[in-house]
């Protein structure tokens, strides 16, 4: 891997053998969040999604974005970004219309997405939360995933970290043909980070026309040949609080926690091969 120095910031680590650009990137300098960059996923599957929130992502000050865990009368909340959004998430909203009574698409209104992008390089820099009963992931989504059952067409959804559990163990994820009955899947299998000086950690996702390769603190952990995206997705950096997708409650190991937590993003950066 060869160094990307970026003024008074921490550096990327990118493959050798290419030249990269810097296309988007967001190093969390300031106070607040730029809303020019990051919306809130509030939905799932066209439904407000109870534990996803608009509170708890915020700046240190130090060039770092804390993305927290809240509580509030016994339940549980975190914040999860994205650049776009998958136009099956939102629901139809009031004075919309109604799809299951009348001939109308797309079901809701569409919105302008503040970054899509296809192939290049994808890094973050983070550390991971330490309480257990939440996860935390960076991935690319295709807004139109499952619009087709070609993928290159419609995409595939991208897991470059998703982290599971307090011991350091990630996996890599891809899932195409949307997520009903044709829902296809691929992964790494799990992989054991090394520890690092600071606790912070570098995952990054080379996406080429011909495959994608994965690489983990410097380190290549996984290739794949396919099937490859040629759509452009949105970036997401999200967490979630385990236990709800199976109903009201929280996961035992959640409401287990007894202190304040945060998944820490000290940057994300997109590269382009020149």
């Not at 993305?67 to 099956?88: A, C, R, V, W």
Request: proline share 4%; net charge negative.
């Amino acid at each position: 891997m060869i160094d990307f120095k970026l003024d008074n910031h921490e550096n990327s680590l990118l493959p050798e053998g290419y030249s990269w650009k810097l296309v988007w990137h967001d190093e969390f300098d300031g106070t607040e969040l730029d809303r020019s960059k990051w919306d809130f996923r509030l939905h799932l599957m066209q439904k407000r999604h109870k534990t996803f929130t608009d509170e708890g992502a915020v700046l240190d000050g130090n060039s770092n974005l804390l993305l927290k865990l809240i509580k509030k009368d016994g339940q549980f909340y975190s914040p999860h970004l994205q650049t776009g959004e998958n136009f099956m998430d939102r629901p139809v909203e009031k004075g919309d219309g109604d799809y299951s009574k009348q001939l109308s698409w797309p079901i809701a209104k569409l919105n302008e997405p503040k970054f899509l992008h296809r192939y290049g390089y994808y890094e973050i820099r983070c550390k991971f939360q330490q309480q257990p009963g939440w996860w935390s992931a960076f991935w690319l989504q295709s807004p139109i995933i499952g619009c087709c059952l070609d993928p290159g067409i419609a995409g595939v959804e991208l897991d470059i970290m998703e982290n599971f559990t307090r011991d350091g163990v990630i996996s890599h994820n891809h899932h195409w043909n949307g997520y009903g009955v044709q829902h296809e899947w691929v992964g790494s299998g799990n992989i054991q980070t090394e520890e690092t000086e600071d606790g912070y950690h570098r995952f990054g996702l080379h996406w080429r026309p011909d495959g994608y390769t994965y690489y983990v603190d410097g380190k290549e952990t996984w290739h794949i040949d396919g099937p490859v995206s040629h759509t452009p997705e949105f970036i997401l950096v999200s967490t979630e609080c385990m236990g709800y997708r199976d109903g009201d409650h929280p996961s035992e190991a959640l409401a287990a926690v007894t202190e304040d937590d945060a998944f820490v993003v000290d940057y994300v950066r997109v590269f382009d091969e020149v």
